[in-house]
């Protein structure tokens, strides 16, 4: 898939995203917009165009470097506890800082979130059974028990649905005011492509890494930072986008390889193309209601994961 295919898929869909809604606005419309138009057009379509881009390009991005310093292609945020250690970190920002701004709240996700990531790296460490499927399945054991302790403490402070808001990946909520928190992520995209080379270093193990005089733990430390920042800014932004960081990945590396410099772009890329045609399809499959892209991405992924244990069991 050459990438010039995905950046006519990225903006073909892109101005399908932004003339696709219950108010109808065509590209005719754009010659003469009337005021309520534009309101639509600058408050909402726009703000969900860019939130969807950014969200895509970067949950994808930070799921290849986990499945790189892992080494593992099964190995996501969803499926490694930073997802789940986030939530937990949101309920902790709730009970004890009640009055909390969101990048407050965010920076206490994030420390939830890098500490259950480092938790996660040092059950890595001691499992002695390094199967592929066998690690993602310690991930979602170790995601269940802090969900569970999560969803412990949300009833007993009457916050389940508070929190339960926080599970399902929406895009209809996002407006301009609301969404500003996602540009974070860029920054930290850049470093991840600026540390690209040293990632795919790190990933072929610590005693290769230290034999070519790369300073492994601090790599591996930058791009657990890195996931742990993402991660907790599109949650509380977004929600949770399941399976995403998972199959975009794997589905790149298939027809390119293993080098992240040379996979990043075309993982970028990928991302934001599958996570605006998921949009769309969630905006027109039951309009004008909409399915969330917590629900389409998580339906179509779990498809495409079935695939790719299948098609690795078939090529093992």
Known sequence: MKKRYLWLALIALSITSVFVGVKNITPLDLFSLTEAQQHILLVSRLPRLISIIIAG??????GLIMQQLTRNKFVSPTTAGTMD???????VAMLLFTSASPLEKMLVAFVFALAGTFIFMRILDKVKYKDAIFIPLVGLMFGSIIGSVTTFFAYKHDLIQNISSWLQGDFSMVLKGRYEMLYISIPLVIIAYLYANRFTIAGMGEEFSTNLGLKYKQVVNIGLILVAAVTSVVLLTIGSIPFLGLIIPNIVTIYMGDNLKKVLPHTALLGAVF???CDILGRVIIYPYEIPIGLTVGVIGSGIFVYLLVRRRAFA
């Open 57 to 62: 390009v970067s949950m994808s991005i930070i």
């Open 85 to 91: 250690s986030a939530r937990l970190g949101i309920l």
């Open 275 to 277: 996570v605006l045609a």
